[in-house]
């Protein structure tokens, strides 16, 4: 942390500061410049503290701005963990040379629907299932999701096609029935920020799909991601879905694929895409599918329905099976120009 002082600071209100320092039990060091002074501090700053002291410098006189050197995450930072985290979920890997294919609807709502959509997975070479039971929607009047009873659905229509499962669990209350249920917890979007939620899942020691909040800056997005890691969870995998657009004509979000190149530099963490909701429409999915892959995601999670015209949510995305076939058959492809692969063999 560097402590920049403002202009004409005199030695007073620079000695307090450091006063301020030591009495935190760190070691401050004065770094006198030509037109101001700065103080650095030469200890380790416990994580805990860290925040608190940048606060309470920050007000002091004299002060005119704190500066932080290292990043506030630990847990998911590249700086304490160079390794990438490779993540396997069955046949599902993340983080790994091979990529991981998600697919399925945004909601749960038969069990022919499941049924179905399990096959098509299969069959494009996803190895996980997608499907939401408990949906996080806009209107209360809006299909809210089957709960319980719509894991069930999709347990049984993932095991009898031999793929993995990913729900969203919505309510920290939920985390353990949700967790009984699928094999990874989705948090989604708008709950990226719900820290009792967080705090849940992460002690669940579960694999975590964390998706990125609408308007969450990266550091926001590594930031819930440590409270997953900070409470035990190990298995953790960013899911970039789109942020706020700047234009809602085309497009229901902005798919940002900077953050992956970004977020593959800074943090340790598989990085998948969302192409369905960072998008909003099934014409636009393939293209920002396979532009995810070229520029290093390491999976994609997609929506498609066996029949997109009666979903029951985002029906405007789900991509139709043999769109969904014919994509993952691209991704192969582009998979291959980047040093990676895609589906498993057939
Ligand atoms: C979803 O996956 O169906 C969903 C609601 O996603 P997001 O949280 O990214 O909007
Ligand atoms: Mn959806």
Redesign the pocket.
């Known amino acids: 942390m560097i402590v920049a002082m403002t202009r004409g600071a005199d030695d007073t209100l620079v000695s307090a500061v450091e006063e301020r320092i030591r009495s935190y039990g760190l070691v401050p060091i004065r770094l006198p410049g030509g037109e101001r002074v700065a103080i650095g501090i030469v200890s380790a700053i416990p994580t805990e503290t860290r925040e608190t002291l940048a606060e309470t410098l920050q007000v002091m006189d004299g002060v005119d701005h704190v500066t932080h050197v290292s990043r506030p995450y630990k847990l998911a930072s590249r700086e304490f963990h160079a390794v990438d985290t490779v993540i396997s979920i069955g046949q599902t890997e993340f983080g790994g040379r091979r990529l991981a294919l998600i697919a399925g609807p ?2 749960v709502e038969t069990e022919d629907q499941m049924m179905a959509a399990a096959q098509t997975v299969k069959a494009a070479g996803g190895t996980m299932l ?1 499907g ?1 039971a408990f ?2 929607r806009t209107s209360p009047y809006a299909f809210q999701g089957l709960g319980r009873e719509g894991l069930k659905i999709m347990r049984d229509a993932a095991k009898a096609h031999g793929l993995s499962t990913v729900s ?1 669990v919505m309510s920290p209350g939920d985390v353990a029935m949700v967790a009984e249920h699928v094999d990874m917890l ?1 948090i ?4 990226m920020q719900n820290y009792p939620l967080l705090v849940e899942a992460g002690a669940s020691g579960h694999p975590v799909l964390l ?1 990125r909040g ?1 308007s969450a800056s990266i550091d926001e997005f590594l930031l819930a991601a440590e409270y997953l890691l900070s409470r035990g969870a190990r298995d953790v995998v960013l ?1 970039e ?2 942020v706020h657009p700047l234009d809602k004509t085309y497009v229901r979000n902005t798919l940002d694929l900077n953050a992956v190149p970004v977020l593959k530099e800074i943090s340790h963490l598989p990085v998948i895409v ?1 192409p ?2 960072g998008t909003g429409f099934a014409r636009l999915v393939p293209p920002m599918a396979l532009a995810a892959v070229a520029c290093g995601a390491d999976g994609l ?1 997609v ?1 498609m329905h066996p029949n997109p015209r009666e979903a029951r ?2 029906a405007a995305q789900a991509l139709e099976p043999p769109v969904l076939i014919d994509l993952f058959r691209q991704v192969s492809r582009v998979a291959e120009a980047v040093g990676r692969e895609a589906r498993l063999a057939e």
Request: hydrophobic share 10%.
């Open positions: 945004c909601s997608r939401g949906k996080p969203e989705q989604g979007a708008r709950s998706k609408p899911c879905r789109g969302d369905s909701h999670i929506e949510s985002d």
